[in-house]
Antibody
Framework: EVQLLESGGGLVQPGGSLRLSCAASGFNFNNHAMTWVRQAPGKGLEWLSGISGSGGSTYYADSVKGRFTISRDTSENTLYLRMNSLRAEDTAIYYC??????????????WGQGTLVTVSS | QSVLTQPPSASGTPGQRVTISCSGSGSNIGSNTVNWYQQLPGTAPKLLIYSSNQRPSGVPDRFSGSKSGTSASLAISGLQSEDEADYYCAAWDDSLKGVVFGGGTRLTVL
């Protein structure tokens, strides 16, 4: 059974940093691209970043480029999102999602339950 | 303002057929396939349609997708109360080098 378990969310002050984790199980982690998608309260979905199955390619939305870094640890089957210089507008539920193959960053066939990040003083 | 444009709302009565549109441009829908997601209240999104017209296993054949040019559509036939949810389209954008989502359509079953 595929499982994605996000952690690391919480309350952080503006300008602060946070690292989200997504522990994956139930599938061959190396064979699938992984992504982060967020949803601000009462708003729609926003794709943030994707990383290829091999980890050799990464992509970012303009809204987080230079502030967020996606990475993956194949030995731990874990996806990460390092978030720096956080702003109030980064407040959202952050979902990790599994792509159907190693490179289809928009074909997300399984999602975690999300972790809430609140940026506030 | 989302890169992909969806109507904010749609509605239908049980048994009806409804369609939700998704309009983009040559760099996203015009060049790549479209995926559709269903998000029930308080839950994570679920893949409904991938590669413009393919259904993952377990998705009822009441749901279908199509694409023409720079637009795509999701059709739901035999509408049921449990279809009440938010629906999002998404596609890779060659210019932005990332995935773009539509703003979402809230479907109400009257």
């Amino acid at each position: 059974e595929v499982q994605l378990l996000e952690s690391g969310g919480g309350l952080v002050q503006p300008g602060g940093s946070l690292r989200l984790s997504c522990a994956a199980s139930g599938f061959n982690f190396n064979n699938h691209a992984m992504t982060w998608v967020r949803q601000a309260p009462g708003k729609g979905l926003e794709w943030l970043s994707g990383i290829s199955g091999s980890g050799g390619s990464t992509y970012y939305a303009d809204s987080v480029k230079g502030r967020f870094t996606i990475s993956r640890d194949t030995s731990e089957n874990t996806l990460y999102l390092r978030m720096n210089s956080l702003r109030a507008e980064d407040t959202a539920i952050y979902y990790c999602a599994k792509a159907i193959d190693g490179y289809s960053y928009g074909n997300l066939d399984f999602w975690g339950q999300g972790t809430l990040v609140t940026v506030s003083s | 303002q989302s890169v992909l444009t969806q109507p904010p709302s749609a509605s239908g009565t049980p048994g009806q057929r409804v369609t939700i549109s998704c309009s983009g441009s040559g760099s996203n829908i015009g060049s790549n396939t479209v995926n559709w997601y269903q998000q029930l209240p308080g839950t994570a999104p679920k893949l409904l349609i991938y590669s413009s017209n393919q259904r993952p296993s377990g998705v009822p054949d009441r749901f279908s997708g199509s694409k023409s040019g720079t637009s795509a559509s999701l059709a739901i036939s035999g509408l049921q109360s449990e279809d009440e949810a938010d629906y999002y389209c998404a596609a890779w954008d060659d210019s932005l080098k990332g995935v773009v989502f539509g703003g979402g359509t809230r479907l109400t079953v009257l």
